[in-house]
Every structure is written in C-alpha cells, then in structure tokens.
C-alpha cells in the first residue's frame, strides 16, 4: 500500500512550499489470541504499571495558544502573454502600460497575474517577534503576513532559512509579544502526553492532545543532507499545521510540527515534529549568522539496527550478508556502522574507522543514524565530542574536531547573489535565435565584486554553471549557494558573447 508523508501546509490555488512525499508503507498483521486456546502462561505486559492519572491540559493549552500564530505567504507570480505564435513570453508591467507592448504587430492581451497563497503555523519564542516556522511555509514567498490569536496582523520579515532542517525563522516588529517557552525534547519520553498546537484553517488556534509514539525517527521527506530526527506523536497534525508549536504537558515546547503520514493525506494516525534539541541551535546559528554553522561527522554509514526500508533480513552486499549477520560480527544489536570515511572530513583526521560501530556521542546514547544527526547537529565546526565506538566488540572513546561541508573550521558567511557584483536578465527570444541559442543568461552589468574580479564582462550569456544549464536567474542562484559550500568555492562559467566568441570563466567565491 503505498502511504503519503507530506508537510503539513495548506493552500489556496498553487501553493508556496507545500509538498508531498510518497512511501512505501508494509501494512501491519495483528494475531491475537483473546482466548488463550493454546493453555499458554500469559503475563500481561501492563499489570504491574502503575495507573495513569487524569493529567489536566487546561493550562498548558491556555499558556500555549496565543503564542501560536497563523502564517500567509504570498508569491507574487510573473505576468505572462500569449505572443501570437502560442508561446507564451514575460511581459514588463511598464512596457505594457507606456504602450511598447505590441511588438511585431500581434499584440498582447493584457496579462492576468495569478500569485501564489500558501498558509501554515508558526512559534513565536520571543516577546520582540522572532517566530520559528518551516522553511516550505514561506519558501520563495514575496510578501508574509501574520496574524496573531488575537486576531492582530503584521508584516513579517525572513531572517534566514535552513532547508536541511526545514526550519526558517521570520521577524515581526513589536514588543511584549506572547511567547512559548523552550523545552528540552531530549527529555521528553516515549508515552509521554503531549499537545500540538497550530492555526491551520486562519481560524485562530486549534489544540490536539496525545502521546509521544516514537522518537528520532527518519522518514526520507528532506532528501540528501536533510537532517531528519523527528519525534512522533498520534496528536492530530492536520495540513496547515507546519510551523505550529508540540508542547509537553508543561506547555513547554518540545517540537516543531512539520509532516504527517497519510494515504489520503489527511490526518491518520501519526504525525512529525522537529525536536527543539535541533530547533534552538538552528535559530541561533540565523540570528547571528544568517545562515546555519553546520557541522559533519564525515562517514557514510547505516543503522545497525535497519532503518527505513532497509530490513534485518535483506541482504546488504555481494557477499549476501544482512545486517543480522553484521550484529553478531560486531556484538552489537544497534548504533552506526561506518562504511566508508569521508575524506577531509572530520572523521579522517580522527581514529574513526571503517567498520566500526558509533554507539555514542557525548554521553549520549546513539542507536540509529536519526541519533546521530540529532547529536551532531547540535554543534558548530570547530566543536570538540567525543565519539563512543565499538571495535573489536570493546568499548572505545575518540576525540573529534567538527568540520563543515568545506572541510574546515571556519564560519561559513550567508552568501547571496550581491556578492557577485553583476546583474543578470533571461536571454531575450531575438538574441536566442540570433545566436541559435535554447536558453542562457546574459550579464547586463557588472560591478565590484566577485564577477569582475574573475573578469566576467557585461554582454557575456552563461551558458551553463558549475555544468548546469542556466535558464533563470534562480538556476544561478541554487548552483552559487551550492558551491559556496562546497569545498572548492568557485563557479565555474561557461558561455558565449553576441559576436559568438566562446566565453570560460572561474569565479572564486571564498570570502574573509
């Protein structure tokens, strides 16, 4: 049967952010024996548990409720016309307006934007408005607006994003707003009863009540470099939900609502929150940074104990060994086995081995790769753990110093498009078929900065960046990000002038 995870926002016509995600989901067989005919002794697992007291939600909710807010991103769409030949090409408000838009006597029928709504929950953490969200609620979103339990509205500003995490933290100007505590999710407990609060429905909050199912769980939703070590909870998480508060019986916050699993993609049973243990060092990273100190343990590795649709039985090489066969090779029963050391890494410049097994980080024990995400994520490059192995089936501590996604300690700066120094436009449909071009993007100036210093000149098309083909400007955007963190830090350009003359370039994008 196949089940639907997807992010918890809602929408209006095309959403901003809002994704789905299928899974492979195995339908559980239950076999029950209510009768004891097999005449086998038969100890109830909860006869010696102490009863559960009536707990009392009253007050948590009441403390958490108006600390929850109602997020509207809006994506302002770009405005579009029939060009006469059934193509459909960008039309310029103010060439419109002055008249200029009839070019080639078909004229233009006047374009109808259609901009984008999207709407999910958010936590405000601090009385002067900094409110924790997900990143797919206001990712690429224009203009944010949020409105209070109260029913009061305000402007909201981004101050950095974390796709890896999900995680985006948004400004609203103001004082003496009502906030929601933070709670340490570490200590939260499987069974232990907890609230999820949100406003998905702009109908000011809404409180669900359950119980912690699971925790550190993965579900493969944020792809590569996600960091995912979700907590689970049957509390109902609806769409709109994402951003929204999972408070313990305190009314502390514990998590961050972000996905429920779901055939129908309703709510059915199980829903997914990003602990605060992630959460707090994220936000901090963005308020001072801009953008997140992330820290890797360098390895490629796997959960000892399976994970996801990895299974205890499957085999796992040529050798037909499975991941049992491996527990008893190592005498362990869970924890990471590390399969391979990245280079550079911080794991190739410490005594971590291939085939070791990480059951530890800090005193903290570790059991699954969710585990271990969890822990290094809590860290900044230039962090010292110390990391528990098991080799040979003994015990043994290794000191680690974290690195970036460079290979170093330093700290990695928010780098946007301004540090190009250049401007940038879609190849126009004249200049494409002059040049018998499909796509490109032209530099229409260029400034101080990184594309004058690597001798980029105005005119130049970018045919392809870092070998991806360059279509928008956005294109451009994602492959300068990625290279700003990759450990090379250059962008590489290949293109052509309008006189045809070829064009390669190499941009450094280190800075001081």
């Known amino acids: 049967m196949l089940g639907v995870v997807l992010v918890a926002a809602i929408s209006t016509g095309a959403a901003v952010g809002t994704s789905a995600y299928l899974m492979n989901k195995k339908q559980p067989v239950y076999v029950t024996d209510s009768t004891n005919t097999f005449n086998q002794p038969v100890r109830y697992a ?279 066969d491996k527990r008893k090779e190592f005498g362990v029963v869970d924890g990471v086995w590390v399969r391979e050391i990245v280079d550079g890494g911080s794991a190739a410049g410490s005594d971590i081995k291939v085939d070791d097994i990480i059951i530890g980080i800090d005193g903290k024990k570790v059991q699954n790769f969710a585990d271990l995400q969890e822990a290094i994520a809590q860290h900044r490059p230039g962090d010292k753990v110390t990391v528990k192995v098991m080799r040979d089936k003994k015990e043994k501590n290794i000191d680690v110093t974290l690195k970036n996604e460079q290979g170093t300690t330093k700290i990695v700066k928010d780098a946007g498009m301004e540090i190009l120094g250049a401007a940038f436009k879609e190849l126009p449909d004249d200049l494409k078929r002059q040049l018998n071009l499909g796509y490109g993007l032209q530099v229409t100036g260029v400034t101080s900065g990184k594309m004058a210093d690597a001798g980029v000149r105005k005119g130049f098309i970018i045919l392809k960046a870092n070998d991806q083909p360059m279509r928008k400007v956005s294109d451009l955007e994602e492959v300068m990000k990625a290279a700003v963190k990759s450990p090379n830090q250059v962008l590489f350009l290949t293109g052509v002038f309008p006189s045809g003359k070829r064009g390669y370039y190499a941009v450094d994008l280190t800075q001081e």
């Open 46 to 324: 909860g006869l010696n548990a102490v009863a559960a007291e009536n707990t009392d939600f009253t007050q948590a909710a009441e403390s958490t409720v108006h600390g929850v807010v109602h997020i509207k991103a809006t994506t302002n769409a770009k405005q579009y016309a029939d060009d006469g030949r059934g193509q459909q090409q960008y039309v310029d408000p103010f060439e419109y307006f002055f008249g200029f838009g009839g070019r080639g006597g078909g004229g233009f029928q006047r374009p109808q934007p259609q901009p984008r709504v999207g709407s999910g929950s958010g936590v405000i953490i601090s009385t002067d408005g900094y409110i924790i969200t997900n990143n797919h609620v206001i990712d690429g979103a224009d203009e944010i607006v949020v409105k209070l339990n109260d029913n009061r509205e305000f402007k909201g500003r981004v101050i950095g994003t974390d796709p890896n995490s999900d995680l985006a933290l948004v400004k609203i100007e103001g004082d003496d707003f009502p906030t929601v505590p933070i709670g340490d999710s570490d200590a939260l407990k499987v069974g232990e009863w907890v609230l999820a609060v949100g406003n998905p429905f702009n109908l000011t909050s809404t409180v669900t009540a359950g119980i912690v199912s699971a925790k550190a769980r993965t579900l493969g939703v944020y792809g590569i470099g996600g960091v995912e070590s979700f907590i689970q909870t049957d509390a109902a998480i609806n769409q709109g939900n994402s951003g929204g508060a999972l408070v313990n019986a305190k009314g502390e916050l514990v998590g961050i609502n972000a996905v429920l699993s779901s055939p129908t993609g309703a709510y059915a049973g199980y829903g997914f929150a990003i602990p605060t243990s992630v959460m707090t060092k994220v936000v901090s990273d963005l308020k001072q940074y801009g953008t997140v100190q992330r820290a890797l343990l360098g390895i490629k590795g796997t959960s000892l104990a399976g994970d996801g649709d990895m299974m205890s039985d499957q085999p796992i090489d040529k050798s037909g060994a499975t991941l049992a």
